[in-house]
T-cell receptor, first 112, second 116 residues
């Protein structure tokens, strides 16, 4: 089975840096995704990791350690518009299923 | 390109009524997913299709729920009879291949269902 854990809520200040952690226990692994979801809207793709290490995309970076079952999303130079939920999702091995299993999400509040 | 299109965006219905949610995936995508999102349970996969064929429906809550994909550009999710606990946001999503390294899924805007 799959189990994905994220903190429920986080608060940070505009201009600061915030790290959102995700741990997973899955029977097999074929990639980890981060999605952003603003209130009342659909989730949108942010990043993808399949190998260990850091992937950087502008103000957002995502890190993966497969041996530890651990990922984090790093948001730099926070802006008010970054207030949203951030969903961690794991893709099972390709020989078993083509679906994403989502964590419950972390609600991030950015304050002035 | 148009994204995933869902209808209706909002629906309020009475308990016991039939509800039909509709989805048009992104053209050319061969995977279609139905997810349900609630505060308590987060985003749950209900069923997914590959080339119009249901592959995994293990997430469908019970027999009251059914999904079809009669062609590559249309899918429906039906709830009959509906119950208040079915109140949630239902997302349709689609993907191309979803086997390549970075293929991800793209979500529609969701159908907000309230059963009273």
């Amino acid at each position: 089975g799959q189990n994905i854990d994220q903190p429920t809520e986080m608060t940070a200040t505009e201009g600061a840096i915030v790290q959102i952690n995700c741990t997973y226990q899955t029977s097999g692994f074929n990639g980890l995704f981060w999605y952003q979801q603003h209130a009342g809207e659909a989730p949108t793709f942010l990043s993808y990791n399949v190998l260990d290490g850091l992937e950087e995309k502008g103000r957002f970076s995502s890190f993966l350690s497969r041996s530890k079952g651990y990922s984090y999303l790093l948001l730099k130079e926070l802006q008010m518009k970054d207030s949203a939920s951030y969903l961690c999702a794991v893709r099972p091995p390709m020989d078993s299923s083509y679906k994403l299993i989502f964590g419950s999400g972390t609600r991030l509040l950015v304050r002035p | 390109d148009a994204g995933v299109i869902q209808s209706p965006r909002h629906e309020v219905t009475e308990m016991g009524q039939e509800v039909t949610l509709r989805c048009k995936p992104i053209s050319g995508h061969d995977y279609l997913f139905w997810y349900r999102q609630t505060m308590m349970r987060g985003l749950e996969l209900l069923i997914y299709f590959n080339n119009n064929v249901p592959i995994d429906d293990s997430g469908m809550p019970e027999d009251r729920f059914s999904a079809k994909m009669p062609n590559a550009s249309f899918s429906t999710l039906k709830i009959q009879p509906s119950e208040p606990r079915d109140s949630a946001v239902y997302f349709c999503a689609s993907s191309f291949l979803f086997r390549a390294r970075e293929d991800t899924i793209y979500f529609g805007e969701g159908s907000w269902l309230t059963v009273v």
